[in-house]
């Protein structure tokens, strides 16, 4: 059975540019969960989709949002990039019903 | 502001030893918790959930719940090199479907 699926694996992006990040769950999760890690903060949550609805957000600004489609592949965007974007952005996906979550191997963004 | 606290270690145990992994969260009303561990440059991998008080026993890892005193443990057995990792600890918040993840704990064990 296939994992989460995040493509691209790296990124280096300039400040101001927009990224979009792609993640495909594991067959049969509905729930899709976008995580930001980075050394001072470690793990934080950004938002949560579940039947292509948003159904939990974290404290992030309105440059991050994300979407989810009906095939439950979600994709997450950052507009106008800033030096502390960069991090390691983690995707996790969780069966209906279920609280456990499996992660993406990850996207490593850079923005210079 | 919910948080979830772990000594940051680093952690060091000999191989063969018992490592001690702690964890204390202020979300009183949580009901889900977890353990991950992360290799370096990879991403977090589930190795334990734990739902109700007591002891929750998977092959080498034993984890523990106190909901009581808000606290959460990982036991690894028989410790092994392949084991030097860092283990977060995850705790689903009560009122939502985010995991709230401490700052992780290294552990190194040493051959």
């Known amino acids: 059975k296939a994992g989460v699926t995040q493509t691209p694996r790296y990124l280096i992006k300039t400040r101001g540019q927009q990224v979009t990040l792609s993640c495909s769950p594991i067959s049969g999760h509905r729930s899709v969960s976008w995580y930001q890690q980075t050394p001072g903060q470690g793990l934080q949550f950004l938002f949560e989709y579940f039947s292509e609805t948003q159904r939990n957000k974290g404290n992030f600004p309105g440059r991050f949002s994300g979407r989810q489609f009906s095939n439950s592949r979600s994709e997450m965007n950052v507009s106008t990039l800033e030096l502390g974007d960069s991090a390691l952005y983690l995707c996790?996906?969780?069966?209906?019903?279920?609280?456990?979550?499996?992660f993406g191997q990850g996207t490593r963004l850079t923005v210079v | 502001q919910k948080e979830v606290e772990q000594n940051s270690g680093p952690l060091s145990v000999p191989e063969g030893a018992i490592a001690s992994l702690n964890c204390t969260y202020s979300?009183?009303?949580?009901?889900?918790f977890f353990w991950y561990r992360q290799y370096s440059g990879k991403s977090p991998e589930l190795i334990m959930s734990?739902?109700?008080?007591g002891d929750k026993e998977d092959g080498r890892f034993t984890a523990q719940l106190n909901k009581a005193s808000q606290y959460v443990s990982l036991l690894i057995r028989d410790s092994q090199p392949s084991d030097s990792a860092t283990y977060l600890c995850a705790v689903r918040e009560q009122a939502g479907t985010a995991l709230i993840f401490g700052k992780g704990t290294t552990l190194s064990v040493s051959s």
């Open positions: 996790a996906s969780s069966f209906q019903g279920s609280t456990e979550a499996f």
């Open positions: 979300d009183r009303g949580s009901q889900s």
């Open positions: 734990i739902y109700s008080n």
